[in-house]
Structure formats: structure tokens, C-alpha cells
């Protein structure tokens, strides 16, 4: 599902198999996904390539100990859920994941405006790419959304899926035969024209579409990664980057396991309220009936009060 | 040439006449250019939105002044000079600048890999592309290099450039006439399936090719313009994003002639010797005749300091 | 009291007499103090040296726009408050600002934690320091508080006060005394001992003590600029820099009035609630009596909760 | 030397002998020195917490590879070199370092100018620093340079540095000793006076003076480590942050040694040629003889240029 070739597979069985010793903090988790290719939309995968520390890194950093800094279990989840939900991000910083990323063009340019992490991307312009593009399943098929212009609405009916499926499935061939045949080269590398030489792979390549796949090799910190997660766990994030962000839950979970459930607490189930927000909570809770007239938030905010605080 | 429709043409002038006092340093050069459009490429575009500082704040930022910091032109430009030549690179981070640009995809992909910049893309989420790509002209048209995996050799034949133009051109067009079909629109925005609503636009926008127009703001300090074009105005960048590093170039000489005056001189023009390199350099200027083999460089580096020295 | 020479002041004015006109966005509220020193504490100033955009920057960044790209004030307003509501943060990194501060060591060790910003300090390997320190004012005196490791409980009786000021100033006077001596020169720049030169700037500076005055030009975004705020105009940061972060929330309500009620609004006067704060605030709404035990809250974060809810 | 606790080197011991296996890759010479302290200066240290990745990161990430991504040494090697030679500098942010830093205020506040790092100090709001101040020893007791003035001349004679050292040490200790007069608690953490509470811990560091010692985490990649080296390395660096980069060669060395020589070849025994330079260099090796003033460079860049080439 994942695509690997051969050789792809024996490198990883490889890299899998070679364990040695360490003085370093060790990820029970991480070590037993280390490598391994998990999948993600059609052809796309997550592999944890390496990583620098776990929970007690955070701790040792904000306690600046000599030793691994950790203390009672209990404490140490104390002080990282009390770091979390203060904002001092700092300790986060001190431990780092390293991914390879397989993910279609259009999720890429998403991605990497998050500034805070290193890349190195499979370059096009060096190396040919593969025939492998991103086609939806059918329930991800969603019409434009009616009331939010960034978004998706219900899901397209059956046969108008199987249209827009054929219209993309066919693009993306013709998009991919075209780019070979600029090359001059067939699906074996073999020249189709001998007597001449193909387009320069930089320019080739513009003629494949956004939902080709590129990968990359991709660091950030525990810090940033959270701070990723935020943005594209979030239910209105596009559905393709999601699913890497679901991915990257699961890996955090294994990694760090304390700040995961901080994480989970303090920031994917948590709320902001503004400060109208509060005056009207605090009217509320004096046992005050409070309508959106009697405030000044705006309608948007209102309603996402309202859905939060499940009032009707 | 740069396409753009009446409003855009229009919402420039007036921004443009709008003129105001200011005690701020003010750049004549960057003034003149405010606002319009640079044309680069087919479609492409660069213009200059605002700017902070100018030659002046880098000294007066190097001085921590309590005035403008300048003195006489002679001796700013001598700071200039000295701060570009020791890396003394922070007084360079206190000019600021904000472009609008257009440009292709494939072009933003390498372009954004400079992460010290702030970014606001156009959202192909929100809104609806144009039917705007690129196309190279015949003579921009390369095959692939032989010596240089990365990178163009020769201009390739009349009639062969001309089949990869239609190629180029035809699935550009079809990509496009797939793109609206999906959103079930036409060119005017009219829908064309009454029965039925449009596929989301996030999903639509993945059938387009890599050489579609986008656009954005991008603001970057004076420091990391000059690191930008330090890389992407280099014979080795490809053509594309080349064409826009040399508009700035004249937009940088525009807007702080002595800085661009140094970066010249001490980046574009100038060259790094290894350790290796100035042994032989040595040895040279004592007299000795030196070969390659007489070195620890690689061929590749022999090479480019053969070339680098215009010796034979 | 900003202990301008009259040289400085002199600079200050020239700058402020020279006007020109720009087809920039002017913003009116900081032209009226642009390079004016606005005292803080006993021999510190916030100067602002130079700016770029204004809220109109924001909302123009936000719509990739061709012209000004403002619209009604209202919509404006508007859209201005839903991208800091939903954290959407990169069109606020549209405008800048550059300040030139003077403030004590200890106070910029603290401000130069915040890295997303540019800086160029008065460098005390190559110039003298002056003798200006801070010494607080004594109703700044506070004890170490009781309950918090990390924070001012009650202000200090006179008596012990007077001590306190008299230990820091004298200490102070000896330090910087030394100083000089240790650079053979008395204050007004002349040799103590012929025989002798002075110890090199770079050494003699480590006997001045953390609360001398330095100074520096630093420049950031807007966005970078609120949460340097959020986190230094709070009431459980140290009273020194907070002072300085309570001048520069009136510098961005001059700059930015609408970016700066909605900071206010959903950053300074907003809380966070945690997923567990959620669920008992709904069943308080829902008319149940709820305590700390029928939570997961900790202690320490249900104490936040009921002061924050107004609830006893 | 590095004035460890007991605690401390017990805290140190058990972490160097827990040891655990990994699948990740490791570096034998880094585990060597793990956690163990590296004095520098009189009372600082340098301690490796942590890594990731070795040289083999920086090329399986230049060649975005499925396994290890190492082959041959002599290949590996020389893409290394390519890779720093041409400034392609992202492989090398791949790999990661942590250390443990005790360091001078004066030196910390130096360093921490490198922004692209995470940074854990212990904090002297919350705890209370120890009695330990760095003084130089006679030898790099140096007077003001006379040409340059920012640097250091000869070394002061014995009478004179031991006048300055006697000036330096009684200060410090008195500065101390009125910090815990201050904070109203003894060496061993007695209170003094029964009837008070002591001043806050924030405002009582503030007579401490800049040769205090302090301490942090400093975490960052390779590619930013050899940033810090090229310039910290450097001759011009003020001694005392030199004494630390230094110590950091060695374990750049013990770390990456593939990169650690291409490091020294290609930027510490590299220069830079302007485009001056570069025409006069040509003119020489022509047979012509070339004084200042046929060139267009600066005094200052002719004395360097002379200097380098070893011509007189």
C-alpha cells in the first residue's frame, strides 16, 4: 500500500535490525515503530527516522538538572501539565523527532509553512519522480461548503463521484505519460527518441499536477510539533493533512506520553474565551438568562460560546 | 503582460497617489516604484508594497545612534563595506521590505524554502484560481545537462521546442477546463450542472499543474533579501526563479545603492578559497608551478579554481 | 530623567524636523512620537525609530490585495478580530517596528529570550559604559513572596528599605568606580596613571553589576510583538520589564488601534480553559453544584478557574 | 574545578551508567564523554546531554533515503564536502546536540545572540545562584588594544594584574556577600535577621555582577553549532567565549569528524576573496606586480588579503 520497493524495504528491515548501545534517554515507544513506513491517504507514510529525548528531557530542561532530572512519576506529570497549560514552551523545545514524509505536493505546500522545522525534500530537479498521485475515496469526495468558503460540504453524490474520480485518475496519467515522454524516457528509464535528448528534468516536472507525491526528510521539536498539531489535528484543517496530523498523534502518544495527555488537556480540548466571553460566563453562572444581544461579541463567537459550552 | 484586469490597474494608481508627510527615512529610489507591477516571466509580476529603513539604518543601527547614525557618505559607505565583509550581519537585519508577487508554482516551491521571511499566500481553499500558467519561451527551453544532473545543457531544436510547447500548453489548458468542470463553473463563474454543487475547492485545485500562477506577500529584512539572491541570482539557480532574483537585484540597488554596492563586491563577485586552496594560492605566487595533483582538493573544486583564477 | 546629553537631544530634533513625503501608509498616532524617548523607570527610554504598516497592513496581507486592500472600517474591524480569534497570526506579521531602547542588564536578559526579533546592542567591548544604574523606587521594594518561588510578596518596611537602596547604590557607585579605574581613566574620559594603559573594555566590563543600563535597537513583527506582550505586560512577570511592556502597549494602541483592542480582548482579558474546566463549567451552567474534588483539575488551576469565573 | 557537588557527580555517575539499546544510529565518541564534565575557564563546564544523528544524518538526508543512506566512506566523505564547499547547508541542520553550559553572565550574554538555538537558564527569579565568579587568570589579563578597539593588547604586567585581580575578586566576593545580606540568609541558607523576610530573589540578583556564573541547556543543530564555531572560534572572539567554542571543537571532532574536517577546511582555514581581490589575485599570478594602490580595496581588506597569501 505504501509502494516500497524491494530494495525500499530490505534498507528499512535493515536499518531495523541494527541495534546498539546508548547512554541516552531511550523511547520504548519510538524504538518499536523506529523506521517502519506507516501509511498514510492512497500511497503516502509517516517513518520515525530518529528522536532526542522524551518527557523527562521537558523536565530536566525546565529544572536545568545535572542528572536525567526526573523525579516521582507524578511529580514530573504535575510540572509538565503545569508548563503546558502556563505557556512556557521552552522545556518543549529540548526534544526533537525526525520524520520521512510521503505525502502529495498540495499537503506539502500546507506543510511547510510551519517555518520551524528543518527539511530536505526529494529534489525534482536532480531525480525523477514516480507515478504515484493522490486520488481521493469516495466519501472524502465533498462538495464546497455553503456557509464557510474554506471548506467542505456534504459528500458528492455516487455517480457524480465516479465523474469526478475518472476526470482526475485520467489527468493524472496523462499528466504523468506527458512528463516521461518531455524526458524521453518510458516507465523502465529506457529513451523513447533516440536521437535526441530529453527536457531538463527542472522544466519537465512543471507539467505534473498537486497531487503528484514528493517526500522529505522533516525535524522539528516537541514544542513545534504541538504547535503543528494544533493547527492541523483541528477539525478545520483540509482532511488530507489531517490524516498525517492523526498519524503524528499516534507518535506522540509513544514518544511522550505525559505531555501527550497535557497536550490532549490543554490544548485540543481546551477553549479560549475573550473577555466578553467571560463577562457573559460570569452572568451565567450569577444565574443571569444572557442572549447574544445582551453581549458584544459577534455572531461568529456567539455561536462557537453556545457549541462550546453545549447551552442551547 | 502582467494581466492584470481594470480594478487591480486601478487600485494601484490610487494607491499610488496617495502621498503623505512622514518623519520616517524615506527611499526616492523605492518611492518611484511603489506599487506597480514589475513584469517577470509570462504572467509574473514583482511589486514593491513597503519598505523600512534604508542604507542609513544599517549604519545607525551598527552606531545604536540616537539620530539618523549617518555620517559622512564616505565613511557610511566604508561601514557598509566592513560590516558585509565580516559577516557582521545584524545591522543588515534592521531594513525591512514587502513585495507582492506572482509567480508559478514550481517556482513558490523553491522560493519558500527560505524560511526567514513572512508569507501570506492567495488561498486556493477560499478563492478560485486563474487560468494563468507558465510557458517557457523557446529559447528558455533546455535539455537536460549531461555533466550535471541538476541542471539545463543545450537550448533544444525549433522543432522539437515546439512540440513540447503544445504539449506543455495543451495539458495546461485541460488541466484548467478539468479544474472549473469540477467546481462546475465556466470561465465567468457561472455554474455550468444546475443540478448539482461545485467539488470543494481545496479538493478541485489538486488537478492543476505545477507551472499554475499563484501570488503572495512576502516580507523579508535586508540581511536575508541579500542571502535570497546570494543563492537564487547564482548561474546555478534555475531560470525561472532567476528572472525574479534579477528584478530584485535592481529593486535592491534601487533601494540601498552602497549596500548593493558591497554585496556585489563582497558576495556575487567574490569567491571562497579553501584552506587547500590558498596553500596552493601560495605557492603559486612564490613561483612554483602547481597541477592539480600537487593539491588535497577534489577535481570539482580544482576546477571551479582554475576557472575562479582564469588560469590555464 | 532619560538623562539625554544635549547632544542627543539635539539629534532627537533634527530627526524629528525632517519630513518628507512617501506614498507609504502612514500611521498618524506614531509619526506624533517618532524618535521622542518615552522615560521608564529611573534612566531607561523606548524611543520608536521607524515603522512599517498598519492595520490596514493586516487586512491587506490577509486578502492578498492589489490596492490598500481595506475596505469598511467595520469589516475591517471584523476580520482583524476573527484572525486573532482563531490565531491565524501570519498577517500580522505584515508590520514592524523598530524601537530604541535603554534598559538594565537584568531587564535584557529577560527581553532577549524572545528570539523572533532583531537586535543590535551597544557593545561594551568597544565603548564605555556610562554610569547610570537602576535602583528601584521603594515602593518596588518587595519581599520574597511566601507562596510563590518566583515572584514579589509585600513591599519592604522604610527602615529596611533605606538599607535595601543604600546597599544597591553604594555597591553600585564602587562597582562602576572600579570600573573606570580598572580602564585608568577618571569620568570625564582622561588618564588616571601615566605610566600605564588600561584594562581592555572587553575584561574591566565584567565588575559592572546587572543592573547598569545598556541599550539597543530592536525590531519585530506585530505579531511577535504581542506575544513578546502577552507574556511581559502580565501581572506574573518581574515589575521591571513589565513597566517597559506597559509603555509599549500604548506605542501599539497608537499604531494599531484596532489590533490593539482585539489583543485586549481575546489575548490580555481571555482565558484558557482546559478540557476538564469545560466539562465542569457545563455542569455548573447546567445548574450543579460543583468543588474542586468532583474535577480532575489540579489545585492550582481550579484556584485560577473560580478567581478567573468570579465564583466563590 | 568545575566545583561539582557531590550530588551532582553522583546525579552524573548513575546516568552514565544507565545503559540501554537502540536502533537508532550512534556516535561512539559522543557516548564516550556523555554527561560528563568538560571544565573550561575556572569554574564553567561544557556537558554533552544529548545528539542526534552523525555525519551519516547529513547524508542520508541529502540523499532523502530509505535506510541509512550511507555508502562508501570515500563517497560519503566527499558529499560532505560538496555540501559545506557550496553552502547547501540544510543536510546538516539534521543532526542534533544538546549541552549542559556553565558559563560567565558576561559570556552568556554573548552567546545567546545566536538565535537559532532552544535555551533552558536556571533562573535567579526562582532560585539563588551560587558564590562562584570567574576571574582571569594573569595571563589573559590584556590591556586595551591601541589599533583596534575592540580587542585586546599586551598582557598587563604582574604588579598591575595583581592590582586588577585583587580589585575584581574583593568586588565579587563583596557584591556576593551583600546579595545574600539582601535575600537575608547566609551561606548555608540561614536566615540572618529573624524579624524580616528577605528582599526578592528577582531584585537581589541584580547586584550581582557580570562574571557571575549562570547555567543553561543550549540546544541546537550542526549546521547552526558550526555557525556559532566560524565566528566564536575565531581569533577576534573575546577570549573567554573562545576558552567554550574551543572545548566545542573537540566535540565537533568526537561527533562528525567527516564534517569537523570539512569544517576546518572550508570555513575555518577558508577566506573569502572579494571581487577586488579576485582581479588583483589574477594580475599576480599573471606576473604582474601588484601594489594597494592598483587595487580598489580598502587598507584594511589589502592588509588581510596580503596577510593571508603570506606576500610581504
Known sequence: MTNLTDQQSLDIKAAREAVQPTR??????????????????DHGFIRVIDYMGDDGAVVQAARVSYGR???????????????????????FEMAEIKLHVKLPIFVAR?????????????????????????????????????????????????????????????????????YLDLLNQDDTGRQIRDEERGLARELARMNLSLNFYTQWYWKTDLHNLMNFLRLRADPH????????????????????????????????????????AIKALRRMLAGERVEHADTKMSKREWDEFVR????S
Chains 1, 2, 3, 4 share one sequence.
Do not use: C
Not at 308 to 311: A, G, K, R, S
Open 110 to 178: 500546507q506543510w511547510i509553512r510551519h517555518r520551524m522545522a528543518n527539511v530536505n525534500e526529494y529534489s525534482a530537479r536532480y531525480s525523477i519522480l514516480d507515478r504515484e498521485f493522490y486520488i481521493p475515496s469516495p466519501e472524502n469526495l465533498a462538495a464546497q461548503s455553503v456557509q464557510n468558503r474554506q471548506g467542505r460540504g456534504e459528500v458528492v453524490g455516487t455517480e457524480e463521484a465516479e465523474r469526478v474520480l475518472r476526470v482526475l485518475r485520467d489527468d493524472s496519467q496523462q499528466s504523468y505519460d506527458h
Open 308 to 311: 462550546t459550552l453545549q447551552i
Open 237 to 276: 484543517a483540509q482532511y488530507e493533512i489531517r490524516a498525517y496530523a492523526q498519524v503524528m498523534l499516534d507518535i506522540l502518544k509513544k514518544w511522550v506520553p505525559h505531555t501527550y495527555e497535557a497536550f490532549r488537556e490543554h490544548r485540543l480540548e481546551s477553549a479560549i474565551f475573550s473577555g466578553e
Open 24 to 41: 541516552r534517554t531511550v523511547s520504548k515507544g519510538l524504538e518499536d515503530i523506529l523506521y517502519e513506513a506507516i501509511p498514510v491517504l
Open 69 to 91: 532530572g526526573t523525579k516521582k512519576v507524578s511529580e514530573d506529570r504535575g510540572l509538565i501539565h503545569y508548563l503546558l497549560r502556563h505557556w512556557h514552551t521552552t522545556p
